[in-house]
Nanobody
Framework: QVQLVESGGGLVQPGGSLRLSCAAS????????MGWYRQAPGKQRELVAG???????NYASSVKGRFTISRDNAKNTVFLQMNSLKPEDTAVYYC?????????WGQGTQVTVSS
């Protein structure tokens, strides 16, 4: 069993910053990829940032230059630093970790950007 615990969401004003964290625990063998997705009301879940172990990092065009994904291998934790937040970034953010060929998801954390 693998558990993911997210933290760091909340309410922030436009132009502000938040840092999301996602810590994985349990039977972790090999992490092949880590990423953050988001889902706004009435919209499909979309990839925000993804990181393949030993490979490329991808960002959605809407967040490129504002968001940064990173990881702490020793703690099996993935982060999403979000700067210059906009109202359109409002969504529930989910972390995903791929162990071998199976994807595990966090419970989601709400990010609301509003004045």
């Amino acid at each position: 069993q693998v558990q993911l615990v997210e933290s760091g969401g909340g309410l922030v004003q436009p132009g502000g910053s938040l840092r999301l964290s996602c810590a994985a625990s349990g039977s972790i063998l090999v992490i092949n990829a880590m990423g953050w997705y988001r889902q706004a009301p009435g919209k499909q879940r979309e990839l925000v940032a993804g990181m393949i172990t030993g490979g490329a990092i991808n960002y959605a065009s809407s967040v490129k230059g504002r968001f940064t994904i990173s990881r702490d291998n020793a703690k099996n934790t993935v982060f999403l630093q979000m700067n210059s937040l906009k109202p359109e970034d409002t969504a529930v953010y989910y972390c995903m970790i791929r162990i071998l060929t199976k994807d595990y998801w966090g419970q989601g954390t709400q990010v609301t950007v509003s004045s």
